[in-house]
């Protein structure tokens, strides 16, 4: 959970800051976006080839440093001095994330094979919504009363704090068996790519990351805009919304275990769209509820994906972690730039419309994985 979280603080800090960073750099709501968009790309190149290299290393081998590493981009990101060079880091931060995200979902899976990888799983992405709050929340109050520049600073400490905690508390794995030969990692690899119903849950985690951050990367545009006006501190403040995540989630995890992985799927994606109608009332308690009922069902589509993943796998679970964080970042970096065309066509009834049918390609996906 430490890990999760002290990670995802970095992942999405620039959501609540968008209109701001658009004002400042006099830039449109796609170039802004690729704040986002940046990192999550670079997640998904990097993450397979971390999965295949993690597959001879170990696994907190590979974590603990990429905590550390990943503290230098984010305190490099306060010295921007354009746009394109926020851009930059935003990219170079990217590149460390799979080694701590892939490979601690490698561990979960391996390290709770047959006493409740479920509600492992799901205390794991409980960790990340914390920190995923956390990343908005931290940045759009420091922005609003300081200096947008020293947010990253701040966050630079949290993952340096990260570091040392995981290293300090996490067991080393004891089930991990190392490849004999990279032939035999590479073999694997390829072999996850023949396995249909593992691409239909890298498809299934693709959709949902998408419909995701395209929910929360333009309802801030949404609500900065007439009649609600938030300011920078107010649109971090919408992400306490992912506090409801928090709680539900890992009760959701053993519900999982009990009741199986398409029932609890099918009622995540039900709370969504229920949340997701929600958000295009005027009321702006009313898309508040929205969002966080959308946000929970989503969290627990998560922590069901990857939960999947790991049965589906069956063995080099670190290179089909890689893997299926590829297709889950390479949805969500879609989702950052592809609503930018429906928000201009339709503005916000015209996202919903696109995140609501993205939900259920989910189920679909799901669905294809247990067959």
Avoid at 303 to 313: C, F, H, L, N
């Amino acid at each position: 959970m430490l890990a999760g979280t002290t990670t995802f603080v970095d992942v999405y800090t620039t959501q609540a800051l968008l209109p701001f960073l658009k004002g400042i750099y006099h830039a449109s709501e796609l170039e802004v976006s690729l704040t986002v968009s940046a990192t999550i790309l670079a997640v998904a190149i990097a993450a397979p080839f971390v999965g295949l290299f993690a597959e001879g290393i170990g696994r907190k081998r590979i974590i603990v440093p990429a905590l550390f590493g990943l503290s230098i981009p984010t305190f490099l990101a306060a010295t921007s001095g354009s746009l394109h060079a926020l851009i930059f880091w935003r990219f170079l931060q990217g590149l460390f994330i799979p080694g701590i995200i892939a490979v601690t979902m490698a561990y979960i899976n391996e390290e709770w094979a047959g006493r409740g990888v479920g509600a492992a799983m799901a205390a794991y992405v409980a960790g990340t919504v914390f920190g995923g709050f956390l990343g908005r929340l931290i940045p759009g109050i420091i922005t609003t009363h300081w200096n947008w520049r020293t947010a990253f600073v701040v966050l630079g400490m949290l993952n340096l704090l990260g570091g040392f905690g995981v290293w300090r508390w996490l067991p080393p794995a004891e089930k991990f068996v190392a490849s004999s030969h990279v032939r035999e990692s590479v073999g694997h690899f390829f072999g996850h790519l023949r396995n249909t119903r593992l691409l239909a849950t890298f498809g299934m985690g693709s959709s949902l990351l998408f419909a995701l951050v395209a929910e929360f990367t333009y309802v801030n545009f949404h609500l900065a805009a007439a009649p609600y006006h938030l300011n920078t501190a107010e649109l971090g403040s919408i992400f306490f919304v992912y506090l409801l995540g928090l709680v539900i989630t890992p009760v959701a995890g053993r519900y999982l275990d009990r009741v199986g992985f398409l029932k609890t799927a099918t009622l995540a994606a039900c709370l969504s769209s229920i949340g997701l109608g929600l958000t295009l009332l005027s009321s702006l308690p009313g898309i508040i509820i929205g969002l966080a009922l959308f946000s929970s069902g989503k969290f627990v589509l998560q922590a069901t994906a990857t939960s999947q993943m790991g049965r589906v796998a069956g063995r080099a679970r670190s290179a089909a972690a890689g893997l299926y964080l590829t297709f889950y970042y390479a949805g969500g970096s879609l989702g950052a730039v592809v609503p930018a065309f429906f928000w201009k066509w339709g503005g916000w009834p015209a996202c919903v419309a696109l995140v609501f049918t993205v939900t259920w390609i989910t189920i679909l996906f799901a669905r294809a994985s247990t067959e």
